[in-house]
């Protein structure tokens, strides 16, 4: 789109910016879980050191590590979906199940059979299909690598050459002011660049999302997701802020503004990969895998539809063959478990007790809980002298046995009455 004001907007803000929204709703939803576990007479302020306990309580820290991981991969998209078509970048995102599966493999320990690795060979063809580069861009871009040699020098030869003034603004009269207004409102693609850092945000992507299943499942603490997801955004803050504004666009961002170059869709794109966000947390814990693959599918379709609407991509061959290499690919890869929630749960559920041979033990006529079966070993212990003395105690004696008092006679006196005393 053409810059809002002559200005463009910086990816870093827009990543810091998306950060914020998602700490936002889902401390806003954290705290409301919180809310209803406390009792009604509890003030705000003890609910908010109740959800400050639980946020940076246990193996929170080690939630540090993804957060960075999913920053740097929001950066590199934005990065890639500057140099490549949309559509493009969907199916090439694709490429993360390779890397997921070797992170897989090498910190959980998960098994990948071969004819995986074969569908993996598959979504390598068809990303290498789709990124072939066409003979017509080319020509474009050749075209544009001539008209920049003669560039034109001055504002006047400027209008000549382009019929008008627009986009244009007062320091454009020099040669450094013209190229850089023409690099801003005509940015142009370049996609070796954009497949750098798509496999980046790949890599980076599939990292984070594996170690994050390891600190769930390592952990001995059960947190809500809407407790992992202030944790995550929390941490994630940080290396958006400090790293992205402050470090590198910080000078940037003194001269022309924070929100320099926002414009309705800027602000449409943070909003909705702020609550995507949300959302593929909820899918990555619960979600079936057919769902997933569904979802993959339709992202990839509408990509594609989008882009030829709005940008006038030219669907060819193998950009064809390629989708539909990488859409099989996708759907034969994924399992047929669930989310980390209930693959967790049913493999922390203990093996069940079976007790039907005990029962029938009890119900039949020959065995009593009293009696000891074949397979159990009976201890008899030595009597007790003071006992066989004649020695009273009252300690209760062993269930089922009937308590026979060893030391007094019929009457209930302790000595035995002579006829000489009746």
């Known amino acids: 789109m053409p810059p809002a004001g002559g200005k463009r907007y910086l990816t870093s803000t827009a990543v810091f910016l998306n950060e914020v929204i998602k700490l936002a709703i889902s401390l806003t939803m954290a705290l409301y879980e919180v809310s209803k576990a ?39 998209q934005y990065v890639a979906l500057s140099n490549l078509q949309a ?46 580069p066409n003979s017509s861009t080319d020509e474009i871009a050749l075209e544009e690598e001539t008209a920049h040699l003669a560039f034109p020098r001055s504002l006047e030869e400027w209008k000549a050459a382009r019929g008008g003034s627009a986009g244009l603004h007062k320091r454009s009269a020099t040669y450094e002011g013209i190229e850089e207004d023409i690099q801003t409102a005509f940015p142009r693609m370049n996609s070796t660049i954009g497949l750098l850092a798509t496999v980046g945000a790949c890599a980076a992507s599939a990292l984070a999302g594996v170690y994050f299943e390891k600190v769930i499942r390592d952990s001995s603490a059960s947190a809500s997701l809407w407790i992992r997801n202030v944790q995550l955004a929390f941490y994630s803050i940080f290396p958006s802020l400090f790293i992205g504004v402050i470090f590198l666009d910080g000078e940037n961002i003194s001269a022309n503004g924070f929100f320099g170059g926002y414009s309705w869709a800027v602000w449409s794109t943070v909003v909705v990969q702020a609550f995507g966000g949300i959302l593929a947390s909820f899918c990555m814990m619960y979600t079936h895998q057919a769902v997933k693959n569904l979802s993959t599918a339709t992202s990839i379709l509408l990509s594609t539809v989008g882009s030829v609407w709005l940008f006038e991509f030219e669907v060819t061959g193998r950009f064809f063959l390629g989708s539909l290499a990488v859409l099989v690919a996708t759907y034969l890869q994924g399992d047929s478990g669930l989310g980390i929630i209930q693959r967790k749960s ?31 070993i009976s201890i008899k212990l030595p009597g007790t002298p003071f006992l066989d003395a004649g020695v ?24 035995d009455k002579h006829p000489r005393d009746e």
């Open 38 to 76: 406390a009792p009604p007479s509890m003030p705000a302020t003890s609910l908010f050191f109740s959800l400050t306990s639980v946020v940076f309580s246990g193996d929170s820290w080690k939630l540090a590590i993804p957060a960075c991981l999913y920053t740097l991969a929001n950066s590199l």
């Open 87 to 132: 559509a493009t970048f969907q199916v090439t995102y694709q490429l993360k199940l390779v890397p997921t599966a070797i992170f897989g493999l090498v910190l959980l320990r998960r098994a990948t059979p071969l004819r995986k690795w074969g569908l993996l060979l598959l979504l390598l063809v068809g990303v290498s299909l789709v990124q072939m």
């Open 346 to 376: 049913s493999s922390a559920r203990p093996p069940p007790i079976r007790v039907d041979s005990y029962d029938n033990e009890i119900k039949g006529d020959a065995g009593s809980p009293e009696s000891p079966s074949p397979n159990e």
């Open 392 to 415: 009273s105690t009252s300690r209760p004696t062993s269930p089922g046995h009937a308590r026979v008092s060893s030391a007094r006679t019929t009457s209930g006196g302790y000595f």
